[in-house]
């Protein structure tokens, strides 16, 4: 089993920035990519961003280009996501995920319980 803690949610005015972390254990953190996804109130959980073992590869939601980031430091177990230039919209409950195989959709083998983002107009 690997389990996964999230942190780093809060309430944040539109334009502002927050970072998440993910951090892993229980099995090697390597073996596994890694993804961020998020859900509102009310709507299905979607797909912001992935990353390989490596790291080198990396892929976002059209949603969220040019203002999130995606990366990961092995030698920490962790994963994060930058959010800057925030906007309402971004307002769901953010999960950080770790499969075997990178994909965009919701197939992967361990989920963290989730962090609040609140974006405030």
């Known amino acids: 089993q690997v389990q996964l803690v999230e942190s780093g949610g809060g309430l944040v005015q539109a334009g502002g920035s927050l970072r998440l972390s993910c951090v892993a254990s229980g099995r090697t953190f390597t073996n596994y990519d890694m993804a961020w996804f998020r859900q509102a109130p009310g709507k299905e959980r979607e797909f912001v961003a992935n990353?390989?073992?490596?790291?080198?590869?990396?892929s976002r939601a059209d949603s969220v280009k040019g203002r999130f980031t995606i990366s990961r430091d092995n030698a920490k177990n962790t994963v994060y996501l930058q959010m800057n230039s925030l906007k309402p919209e971004d307002t769901a409950l953010y999960y950080c995920a770790a499969g075997l195989m990178m994909t965009m959709t919701a197939q992967y083998d361990y989920w963290g319980q989730g962090t609040q983002v609140t974006v405030s107009s």
């Open positions: 990353i390989n073992r490596s790291g080198g590869i990396t």
